[in-house]
């Protein structure tokens, strides 16, 4: 076989396959350099992107179960939150009842008779009495001032003005005075107790109507004794 020739000097190449002529040094081959550095450069490339491609999986993975992690935990907080506000609310409702419970005790101890909390019970014959000799005394004898007050005051002026309304107010005192104190001892209303600034007010009240009555009456009379002279 005929030997190939340098381009160059025109010597005869050896078929050994050498890459440049062994008289001027021209390369007989194109380097492949080139070409075999950007085939490494792409199989890097292409392996670093597969490997990002994985880590970016992996990171995404591990945000999912991130996620998951926050999810959880946010309903076992919700979870908590609900069963503290169950439990408080259980609380409150034991503590409301708890004082109804405390306040009915107390009531039914402080007004209930031959209880021995209380030992003061309200006596309806006393409270009869007071207001058969001084109408209204029976009821702040009960402790209800207000109404021994409007007694007192109703049966003198119908005293004074028409006196079978002042039989009827002075009856009906009576009554009332008979009925709470009664009621106070079995519980029905709440026990009430009488104090000496009452007894004072009404002695007081009680005493400066029929003074005020009996001035008015005795100026009215004057008046028209002067008019039949």
Known sequence: MANNFCSNCGEPIPE???????????????????STSTDSYQSTTGGNFQQSGSSNAQSGSSNAQAGSSNAQAGSSNAQQAESGDAQQTYTNDQNTNYEQQTRNENYNSYARPGNTAYVNDKNPIVSVILSFFF?????????????????????????????PASFVVWVYGLYDAYTDADKMN????????ATMQDALIYAGVFIGSFILLFVIFFFIGLFFGLMMI
Request: some cysteine; glycine content about 14%.
């Open 135 to 163: 109408p209204g005394a029976g009821q702040v004898y009960n402790g209800d001032l207000k109404k021994g007050l409007m007694i007192v005051i109703g049966a003198i002026i119908t005293l004074f003005i028409f006196f």
């Open 186 to 193: 079995k519980g029905q209303i709440p026990y009430a107790e």
């Open 16 to 34: 050994s396959g050498a890459n440049v002529c062994t008289n001027c040094g021209k390369p007989l081959r194109e380097p492949q350099t080139e």
